[in-house]
């Protein structure tokens, strides 16, 4: 079942049947005795680090996962791809500023980087089946889409991001302009102030409208309540996807009085979530030609909307146009 995947780097590493993990680091030690514990019997050679520069030098590893808090990714996916990893698998969202993300990008590109994004949702069969169904156009151009995030961790960096860019992914062109209203308290939230995702205080929730290039209208919304769940409505000209990570529907109508549902069952994938990424990657690095499910740009179309969120609030709830200058 799809539910019994991996669902962390190093567990995807381990169920590949090309890699293995060399070497862990982190600033924490019992984080890296805990690791230890987890997996010493699957790696007994681990070496562990508490700086990751020197890990780099020594190890010099074919792919780099960084899984750190979400403000502290930009300079060690720099320093890996300056030190010369062919291959770096990032947690998202990328960054937390666009310079950051900018400077990631530029990096990578110049020095012949893989860099994938881990917004985990491209490598489901589900979400993947969606996306097929839209491109399809079986239910016509997209009209609207409706995305809902409820939880005592709805944070926009945090989680709202995964649905952010499942917006970006099925509109499938650019947004243009948006306005929206943060979580009461962060009037002053105009960029980045969070712990790195530890803290659902310091990343706000969010309302917002997002007005697509082609006319497609984005409704995002997100609440932190104990009541958990997120889904997306994407209604096209002739029908209706549903989709959570509980199930998929379409619907179709006969009339404003008949309405047809059915389910979507997608076909199961080898390997998918994050084993879905390393597998990309492994086949990169072999070689094949591999479009990545979520290249570093993509992964910015995600983070530009929020800091475009953050500064359409602290300006009074106005309009902001895209691309930010």
């Avoid at 998202?92 to 020095?111: Q, R, S, V």
Wanted: glycine share 6%.
């Amino acid at each position: 079942p799809l539910h019994r995947m991996p669902r962390s780097h190093a567990a995807a590493y381990n169920a590949h049947p090309d890699t293995k993990v060399v070497a862990v680091c982190d600033l924490r030690s019992e984080v890296l005795k805990d690791f230890e514990k987890t997996w010493s019997d699957v790696w007994p050679d681990l070496k562990y680090y508490s700086n990751y520069q020197l890990m780099l030098e020594e190890i010099k590893p074919d792919i780099l996962s960084v899984v750190t808090p979400d403000n502290a990714h930009a300079d060690i996916v720099i320093d890996g791809s300056n030190s010369g990893v062919p291959a770096i698998l990032c947690e998202k969202p990328i960054a937390t500023t666009l310079p950051e993300a900018d400077l990631m990008i530029h990096t990578c590109e110049k020095n012949g980087t893989i860099l994938s994004i881990e917004h985990t949702r491209r490598w489901d069969p589900s979400f993947v089946g969606a996306q097929r169904i839209i491109q399809s156009e079986e239910l016509g151009p997209i009209r609207s889409i409706v995305g809902e995030m409820f939880s005592p961790r709805a944070m926009l960096f945090r989680n709202g991001i995964h649905l952010i860019d499942l917006f970006n992914l099925y509109a499938d062109v650019p947004a243009k302009w948006l306005f929206c209203e943060l979580e009461s308290g962060f009037d002053t939230f105009h960029q980045y102030g969070g712990d790195g995702g530890r803290s659902p205080e310091s990343d706000p929730f969010a309302s917002a409208y997002i007005h697509y290039e082609n006319g497609i209208r984005g409704f995002f919304n997100s609440y932190k309540m104990a009541f958990p769940g997120w889904q997306m409505q994407i209604t096209c000209e002739n029908g209706r996807l549903q989709l959570s990570d509980r199930n998929m529907k379409i619907i179709r109508a006969s009339s404003h009085y008949q309405w047809e549902e059915s389910d979507v069952v997608t076909e199961p994938h080898m390997y998918t979530h994050q084993l879905g990424a390393v597998a990309e990657l492994v086949n990169a690095l072999k070689g094949e030609d591999v479009s990545l499910s979520c290249p570093p740009r993509e992964a910015r179309k995600a983070l530009e909307l929020i800091i475009a969120m953050l500064k359409s609030h602290s300006e009074g709830n106005r309009r902001v146009d895209l691309p930010l200058g």
